[in-house]
């Protein structure tokens, strides 16, 4: 029952962030955004802390003043993770923050001015090897394309996103990537899958201004996922309005659902029925939030009656099959041992625990190995 994931990936030219590699044959990585004052230094940086445990690999920061700038410098001093400054309009503020660590600037160099204040932007950030991300939006489109196209549509965002691209290919600027965003799946969909076939360098996917947790998550789901099967995108971000850390764990969810990355634990799951020996869902809803600190892959299987437990537990590293008077307990595809019911979230999370701790060390062991 286990595939290998059939997907393809476009090459792109790679790009570093930080220590983060995006585009080329790195892993696609997960992204959030802080929504805190970035002013405050302390909650922004608690943000990022905790986005870093959730996961992420990268978080944008947005940097509206120059006095935003200046905190985003203490915010740089408090944090390990590579940070994205998002600025508009305002060049000043993209050449402060690059003098103080940022690791890419979002910015569209369309609107930060005239071609000098561009081209400074532009030197700044190849000096200091720093990465541009242009980033389009159907919702703020040039008044000019709004007039020519009539309304956004995947052709205005590419044209929006060309310019750009264009304003750095005549600088001999190639270190950026690039997002074309809609809030219409439809429209992102195929601005990406245009855009794809037109530049080299890495794509940043995102269903812009998604929703709430339910509808932005399913809306996110449908349009990376149809991106991502093409093999587009090196580096993504679901926009919840929400936590923000439930936009990074969405966004592993999406990655290992179609076998792109792997990390923390995948759970095959029963819907429940009146088969069930246990409580299926008040099981599981226990076991994601007391094992969301685990960081090892692996699989659990928690399935509530000997119908289909038994056979998706033995592709599993830990799998429980309910039964009657007691559950089996499979330990990488072979039955280990019965559990009784009391106790059983207990148990569970104990057996887990160890197995992902054995999984770990085999790891460490095999990398110590191949050095």
């Given at each position: 029952m286990h595939f290998e994931s059939p997907i393809k990936r476009r090459k792109s030219r790679q790009i570093m962030v930080g220590d983060v590699a995006v585009g080329g044959d790195a892993p696609i990585s997960v992204q959030s955004m802080t929504n805190t004052d970035t002013c405050d230094v302390n909650a922004t940086v608690a943000q990022i802390q905790g986005l870093q445990d959730a996961g992420a690999d990268i978080v944008r920061v947005s940097v509206p003043t120059l006095d935003a700038a200046e905190a985003f410098g203490e915010i740089r001093k408090a944090v390990t993770l590579p940070l994205v400054a998002d600025i508009h309009f305002d060049y000043?503020?993209?050449?402060?923050?690059?003098?103080?660590?940022?690791?890419?600037?979002?910015?569209?160099?369309?609107?930060?001015g005239r071609e000098k204040r561009i081209a400074a932007v532009v030197e700044k950030a190849r000096d200091l090897n720093i990465p541009i991300r242009i980033g389009v939006n159907a919702g703020s489109l040039e008044k000019d394309l709004q007039k020519k196209y009539g309304e956004p549509t995947p052709e205005a965002i590419v044209e929006s996103a060309l310019?750009?691209?264009?304003i750095l290919d005549k600088m001999?600027?190639?270190?950026?990537?690039?997002?074309?965003?809609?809030?219409?799946?439809?429209?992102?969909?195929?601005?990406?899958?245009?855009?794809?076939?037109?530049?080299?360098?890495?794509?940043?996917?995102g269903i812009t201004e998604a929703g709430g947790l339910r509808s932005g998550t399913v809306k996110s789901a449908v349009g990376l996922g149809m991106l991502l099967m093409d093999g587009i995108g090196d580096t993504l971000r679901v926009s919840l309005a929400a936590d923000p850390i439930e936009e990074v764990k969405v966004g592993w969810d999406i990655l290992k659902s179609l076998k792109l990355r792997a990390k923390g634990i995948n759970f095959i799951a029963c819907p429940s029925c009146s088969r069930q020996n246990f409580d299926v869902v008040a099981t599981m809803n226990q076991l994601e939030e007391r094992?969301?600190?685990i960081r090892t892959p692996m699989d659990v299987s928690v399935i509530g009656c000997v119908v289909n437990g038994p056979g998706e537990a033995?592709?599993?590293?830990?799998g429980l099959a309910g039964g009657t008077p007691s559950h089996s307990i499979?330990?990488?595809?072979?039955?280990?041992?019965?559990?009784?019911?009391?106790?059983?979230?207990d148990n569970l999370e104990r057996i887990i625990r160890a197995k992902a701790e054995e999984k770990a060390e085999a790891e460490k062991d095999l990398i110590a190995k191949s050095v």
């Open positions: 000043r503020i993209a050449l402060r923050v690059a003098d103080l660590g940022v690791d890419c600037l979002r910015i569209n160099p369309g609107n930060i310019r750009h691209v264009d001999n600027f190639q270190d950026f990537k690039v997002s074309v965003k809609a809030s219409d799946v439809f429209m992102a969909v195929a601005a990406y899958r245009k855009l794809a076939t037109q530049i080299e360098q890495p794509l940043h996917l094992l969301d600190d033995k592709e599993s590293d830990v499979y330990i990488d595809g072979q039955a280990d041992h019965k559990l009784g019911k009391d106790n059983l979230v």
